[in-house]
């Protein structure tokens, strides 16, 4: 451990060893060993939800890390304090990053990770399919023909080549009814 700010002098730990003797270490092991605690705890709070993930560009993991790790964890800490000085119960990391997301896209009412019906669910948005294949591929969501591109496929070449030649996509439209499939090419011309 290199350092320019403490010396080489020893200190006592306050433990002793097997033999009864004083434990003591140098002077920058027991500072550093007093002060890391606040850096500890918030990396453990920040690794329970991480949202890292595989990438070739080191920048792109520091940006989400300071971003979605660090800065969520702070901004935690500050709003549990507000809370403790107006005699509030604190909320962990999960239910804050919870009422972050739900703030920040401005969603009404009870979260969405409660199952209950959103404001974002009357507005037409791309989603993939909850709907899955049968036997051995029921791991696997069904793909069905892309409206739009049936529909120009039919009025180029007829009903029969369109049934083949059709995109078969796994996303639908959340509010049109039904459901209909939708490419990510046709959605934007269906919809305003």
């Given at each position: 451990?290199?350092?320019?700010?403490?010396?080489?002098?020893?200190?006592?730990?306050?433990?002793?060893?097997?033999?009864?003797?004083?434990?003591?270490?140098?002077?920058?092991?027991?500072?550093?060993?007093?002060?890391?605690?606040?850096?500890?705890?918030?990396?453990?709070?920040?690794?329970?939800?991480?949202?890292?993930?595989?990438?070739?560009?080191?920048?792109?993991?520091?940006?989400?890390?300071?971003?979605?790790?660090?800065?969520?964890?702070?901004?935690?800490?500050?709003?549990?304090?507000?809370?403790?000085?107006?005699?509030?119960?604190?909320?962990?990391?999960?239910?804050?990053?919870?009422?972050?997301?739900?703030?920040?896209?401005?969603?009404?009412?009870?979260?969405?990770?409660?199952?209950?019906?959103?404001?974002?669910?009357?507005?037409?948005?791309?989603?993939?399919?909850?709907?899955?294949?049968?036997?051995?591929r029921a791991d696997r969501r069904k793909r069905r023909a892309c409206?739009?591109?049936?529909?120009?496929?039919?009025?180029?070449?007829?009903?029969?080549?369109?049934?083949?030649?059709?995109?078969?996509?796994?996303?639908?439209?959340?509010?049109?009814?039904?459901?209909?499939?939708?490419?990510?090419?046709?959605?934007?011309?269906?919809?305003?």
């Amino acid at each position: 451990m290199l350092t320019t700010c403490h010396t080489d002098a020893m200190l006592a730990t306050g433990k002793k060893d097997k033999q009864g003797n004083d434990i003591t270490k140098p002077k920058a092991v027991v500072y550093y060993n007093g002060t890391k605690q606040g850096i500890d705890v918030s990396d453990q709070m920040a690794s329970y939800h991480c949202a890292l993930r595989k990438t070739i560009r080191w920048y792109h993991k520091v940006g989400i890390e300071l971003l979605l790790g660090t800065a969520v964890v702070n901004a935690m800490l500050l709003y549990n304090e507000r809370k403790r000085q107006a005699g509030q119960k604190c909320v962990n990391i999960a239910t804050f990053r919870e009422k972050l997301a739900d703030s920040l896209l401005k969603v009404s009412g009870p979260s969405m990770a409660s199952g209950s019906v959103s404001v974002i669910a009357s507005k037409h948005y791309i989603r993939e399919t909850e709907d899955r294949e049968a036997g051995k591929r029921a791991d696997r969501r069904k793909r069905r023909a892309c409206i739009g591109c049936y529909r120009r496929l039919k009025q180029a070449f007829g009903r029969n080549l369109a049934k083949r030649k059709a995109k078969r996509v796994i996303t639908e439209c959340s509010a049109c009814i039904g459901n209909p499939p939708f490419c990510s090419e046709c959605f934007p011309l269906y919809h305003d």
